[in-house]
């Protein structure tokens, strides 16, 4: 062999590459290298529910105590409750992101926010509908390891860290009025963002 690589730290490595889905194998023709870009997501305030080669599983909806950054984003530290929406997109049937939108009780409840089924033109219509348009989003980008529910959400491979979002969405008089958590495996994907100059 050209590197004097044991056969099996070389099978350790072919099967790394494979986890990672840089290489495929095929049966009988060998493991090639996979002709793949990374896919690039674009940063928007909000994705239509089925986007081209996109679709949502919702995974959860109910009230809950947010956690403590969400409560201080949202002015609710005093212990309020929140509305939370779990969601897992997925883009050609592989897991690209686990999300978690939390939006005040006051302002979500009653209304399809709150409802355990996929809304009908998107979060943003039903909360202009109530009074509270969408008018700009700021985000924090950070990039951990990832958590077990994670790991086993986006089935990443061993050791892959994930980026973190925390995306907190404005209304009028600069209103915070959601909260998003949105986690994406680092290893295949890439963010991009768009904003006009000033």
């Not at 599983?57 to 009230?63: A, D, H, R, T, W």
């Not at 998107?122 to 700021?138: I, K, S, W």
């Not at 061993?158 to 495996?185: A, M, W």
Request: hydrophobic share 35%; net charge neutral; charged share 25%.
């Amino acid at each position: 062999m050209r590197f004097s690589a044991a056969n099996a730290t070389i099978q350790r490595a072919l099967q790394a590459l494979k986890d990672e889905d840089f290489v495929r194998g095929h049966a009988g023709k060998g493991v090639f290298v996979r002709d793949r870009k990374p896919l690039v997501v674009e940063a928007s305030a909000y994705k239509s529910p089925n986007p081209r080669g996109y679709s949502y599983e919702l995974l959860q909806v109910g009230e809950v105590q947010p956690p403590n950054d969400v409560a201080t984003a949202l002015g609710t530290e005093d212990g309020g409750r929140v509305v939370v929406r779990q969601r897992l997109l997925v883009h050609d049937g592989d897991p690209v992101e686990l999300s978690w939108s939390y939006y005040p009780v006051h302002i979500a409840a009653g209304t399809p926010l709150a409802a355990r089924k996929k809304i009908r033109g998107g979060a943003p219509e039903v909360l202009a509908d109530l009074g509270f348009p969408e008018r700009h989003f700021e985000d924090r980008i950070s990039v951990r390891q990832p958590t077990t529910e994670e790991v086993e959400g986006l089935d990443l491979p061993p050791d892959v860290p994930v980026f973190r979002q925390f995306r907190t969405v404005y209304s009028n008089s600069r209103q915070p009025v959601e909260v998003s958590v949105l986690i994406k495996g680092g290893h295949l994907y890439e963010l991009s963002y768009r904003q006009l100059a000033e």
